[in-house]
């Protein structure tokens, strides 16, 4: 493993994005020169970071399909922030609608041999019970609300449809801020929406929360509607090998 043993994989992610300062490009690539996984770690999720985009930017196109390495925890993240740097901003409504399926969504998705998938939600395989995963990563506003916005179309569609559906919403990053007891805007709806929905989860990062009280001494209290979860990167890639999508808010 890296010689650097505070090189996490989100920053592993954010290096290969471009959004790190000059001081932390410099620490990153010294950590990879001098360690040859890390080098290899770090090419691997370039390559499928281009790789994925290209599968959203190119929509025409057959679907991107790539075997998935399973083994590793390391590389397992790796390949998980992959699909958040390439779908980031990029999943989300299609143009048009269908008579019976107003909410036409593009997700990800794994197939049964273990390939990335990407296709409206309505194509996606269901099992007998949709099982949707929605990550907020962004503190903007706006997406918040479209992050609240997407689950309860999801879940009231459904319903009307009479079709079993269950939705995760899991929160990293800037989204926390959606379930922050001190800074929510949209706490109230957050209840009412558990209230209503029983097959909804809210889902905070445990490790988003440990950078929030290490970078910025902070140690914010979570709604009570809001579960945690270890980490982001390996919920997404554990619900996309159980069968679920997974939609970028």
Same mark, same amino acid.
């Given at each position: ?10 920053? *592993? ?7 790190? =300062?000059?001081?932390? $490009? ?30 959203? +930017?190119? !929509? ?8 998935? +390495? ?27 609608? &269908? ?13 049964? %041999? $273990?390939?990335?998938? @990407? ?11 949709? $099982? ?10 706006? $997406?918040?609300?479209? #992050? ?15 079709? !079993? ?5 899991? #929160?990293? #990053? ?13 706490? %109230? ?8 929905? =029983? ?7 445990? @490790?988003?929360? +440990? &950078?929030?009280?290490?970078? &910025?001494?902070?140690? !914010? +209290? *979570? *709604?009570? %509607?809001?579960?945690?979860? !270890?980490?982001?990167?390996? %919920?997404?890639?554990? &619900? *996309? ?9």
């Amino acid at each position: 493993m890296s010689t650097d043993h505070n090189l996490s994989d989100e920053q *592993l992610s954010a290096f290969v994005d471009g959004q790190l =300062d000059m001081d932390e $490009k410099s620490r990153i690539l010294g950590a990879l020169n001098a360690d040859e996984d890390l080098s290899r770690r770090a090419c691997e999720l370039r390559r499928l970071h281009d790789l994925v985009r290209h599968a959203y +930017d190119a !929509p025409p196109t057959p679907p991107f399909r790539r075997p998935l +390495d399973t083994h590793g925890r390391g590389w397992r993240q790796a390949v998980a922030a992959a699909l958040l740097l390439a779908m980031g901003g990029t999943a989300g409504w299609v143009a048009h609608a &269908r008579q019976h399926q107003p909410l036409n969504l593009q997700a990800m998705y794994l197939d049964e %041999e $273990k390939a990335f998938q @990407t296709s409206a939600l309505e194509q996606a395989p269901a099992h007998g019970e949709y $099982k949707v995963l929605l990550h907020l990563s962004s503190a903007e506003p706006e $997406k918040l609300e479209r #992050a609240l916005d997407t689950a309860e179309q999801l879940l009231s569609t459904y319903r009307r449809l009479d079709q !079993p559906i269950e939705v995760e919403l899991v #929160a990293n #990053a800037g989204g926390l801020e959606l379930l922050r007891a001190d800074i929510s805007p949209f706490a %109230e709806r957050v209840r009412a929406l558990q209230h209503q929905y =029983d097959n909804l989860t809210f889902m905070a990062c445990q @490790t988003a929360l +440990d &950078r929030l009280r290490r970078e &910025r001494h902070l140690s !914010p +209290d *979570l *709604l009570p %509607e809001a579960l945690i979860t !270890p980490n982001a990167l390996e %919920e997404i890639l554990s &619900r *996309l090998q159980q069968g679920w999508v997974y939609i970028s808010v």
